[in-house]
């Protein structure tokens, strides 16, 4: 048998403690012989066994939770701050020479490039889709209707909007989006009208709920719209398709991404009210970062009470807090959490890299990397869980912290407020500006958002994306070294850097990744593209 490794001396357990200190005794001598029995135990035991109790004559097995399991932060920052606190207001600050240009790889826009006057053939139909969810969800609906209306040559509705029961938010299109820029934009390649005629409605008894609704499945192919779809659409005047989110798949010919592209990158813009104080924002935050040459950090922040309640992650709250989250999750996905088999496991939630970053730990990843005291930062989020608590922390890192809230008057949010999408687009245009934005969570906001970085900056997200999964791993060891912390959390910033300029793979989004679908390399690319294909070859 293979002879163990030696640990580290443990601390003296109560019975072998008492009995070398008052003595021995007949009993004293059976609870050492029940410790050494234990100790023995936990030679050959499977690794993650800690130490033990005597409880009830017995010996009770206490497993050390496995590493990144459990929520350790704060006594990470206790460790850390004095390091933090010693490098603030220092001449160099890593927003200054957040992304290295060499990586930048040279795309742009290619624009509308099959723009025709021509006029658009005789359209097949009407088609009517609703969007649901939240703002960015929407955005998505959208945008894929467009695209199915170009492959249909069919003539689309302004999406409607359902009221869903977690965002509560009863927005119309033209509240959102500027509806009549989004038809002209769109007049060369999609006709779009603002409702449906009176005379095909009146074919339905004046009812949209009359107009048959097909049941499409997600990421249904363009084959299966010619094939199944069409048909109807010609045969009734007018389909109707709901929901309609994941409805098309994401390889598609390239006439029908080009849609996808215009509809997204060009076609949607928000409303002119929301447009105007969002330019303010961006404007109240260039002013702010004036010592940076007006660069300032965007944090997409997912700490609220459903998300993290969803999660089924544990935090440092204790029975309280575990009492809320059992309350939240009943109150917004009712059973779903109860049903026979479902096994929530916070710790391996944690390992896994599904927690919901709190801002402490937003804070600690900025800091580590280099984002000093003096640095602006945005935080886009909606109501934090228990706010004063965990915004502490990463307001005491970053004195220069800015939220919608902060950077709007009460007056100027007045008629946003109780409608989550249209401050949601505050939110994402304020991010769309900043020199970094950082993501924590996931989601359509980031996914959308690094997009359409990517299709404003040259093809860079200039996005940090954290690996959670090494971050749970070093915010479990309160007594980490600084040097060891900021080395590890550099390369983490090396990493986002590196994949800030990837092409879109079979499988995913062109509204995550719109290179090549949406974008074109410049000549100057082009030419050193080739040039280095030259000299691999020659070599």
Request: aromatic share 8%.
């Amino acid at each position: 048998m293979a002879t163990p490794s030696l640990q580290p001396p443990r601390p003296l357990p109560p019975p072998l403690l008492a009995f070398a200190t008052a003595g021995a005794s007949l009993v004293g001598m059976v609870e050492v012989l029940e410790v050494v029995v234990a100790l023995a135990a936990a030679v050959v035991a499977p690794n993650g066994i800690g130490w033990r109790d005597l409880k009830n004559g017995g010996v009770v097995v206490r497993k050390r939770p496995p590493p990144g399991s459990v929520y350790r932060s704060p006594q990470v920052f206790k460790k850390l701050w004095p390091h933090m606190e010693a490098k603030s207001n220092r001449s160099y600050n890593a927003l200054m020479r957040a992304w290295d240009p060499k990586l930048h790889k040279g795309w742009k826009p290619c624009g509308n490039n099959n723009i025709s006057e021509a006029e658009l053939p005789k359209s097949n139909g009407f088609l009517i889709i609703e969007a649901n969810g939240g703002l960015n969800q929407q955005r998505l609906s959208i945008c894929d209707a467009v695209a199915v209306a170009g492959l249909l040559n069919a003539t689309l509705v302004i999406p409607i909007f359902h009221l869903n029961s977690v965002w509560q938010d009863s927005s119309k299109f033209g509240d959102i989006f500027d509806q009549d820029f989004f038809i002209h934009a769109l007049k060369n390649d999609v006709d779009v009208v603002p409702e449906l005629p009176r005379d095909v409605l009146e074919q339905f008894d004046n009812n949209i709920s009359s107009i048959a609704n097909l049941r499409v499945k997600a990421w249904s192919s363009p084959t299966y719209y010619l094939q199944k779809v069409l048909p109807k659409l010609v045969q009734m005047r007018a389909v109707r398709i709901a929901p309609f989110s994941n409805r098309l798949a994401q390889a598609v010919p390239p006439d029908i991404q080009r849609l996808r592209c215009l509809a997204n990158f060009e076609a949607l813009r928000f409303s002119e009210p929301i447009r105007t104080l969002a330019e303010k924002m961006v404007d109240r935050m260039f002013k702010n970062s004036s010592q940076s040459g007006g660069k300032y950090v965007s944090v997409h922040l997912r700490f609220e009470m459903d998300m993290v309640a969803f999660s089924c992650c544990e935090y440092d709250g204790g029975e309280e807090e575990k009492h809320e989250m059992d309350i939240a999750r009943e109150r917004a996905w009712r059973g779903k959490f109860r049903r026979r088999g479902r096994v929530i496991r916070p710790g391996a939630n944690r390992v896994d890299g599904k927690c919901p970053l709190t801002p402490l730990e937003v804070g600690m990843m900025l800091r580590g990397m280099g984002f000093d005291n003096n640095t602006s930062v945005y935080v886009a989020a909606g109501n934090i869980y228990k706010e004063d608590k965990f915004m502490a922390p990463l307001k005491q890192m970053f004195p220069r912290l800015e939220t919608k809230d902060t950077l709007a008057t009460a007056e100027e949010l007045a008629p946003f407020k109780g409608y989550s999408s249209r401050l949601a687009a505050l939110d994402y245009t304020v991010c769309l500006h900043s020199e970094v934005f950082v993501t924590t969570q996931g989601g359509n906001f980031p996914h959308f958002l690094m997009g359409h970085r990517r299709y404003l900056y040259g093809g860079h997200a200039k996005t940090i994306k954290p690996d959670k999964r090494k971050l749970a791993l070093l915010f479990d060891k309160p007594n980490i070294r600084w040097e060891v912390f900021r080395q590890q959390m550099q390369d983490m910033h090396r990493r986002s850097d590196l994949k800030g300029s990837e092409l879109r793979k079979p499988s995913a989004s062109l509204y995550t990744f719109p290179m090549p679908d949406c974008m074109c390399k410049t000549p100057k690319a082009r030419h050193e593209h080739n040039n280095n294909n030259t000299m691999k070859l020659r070599l």
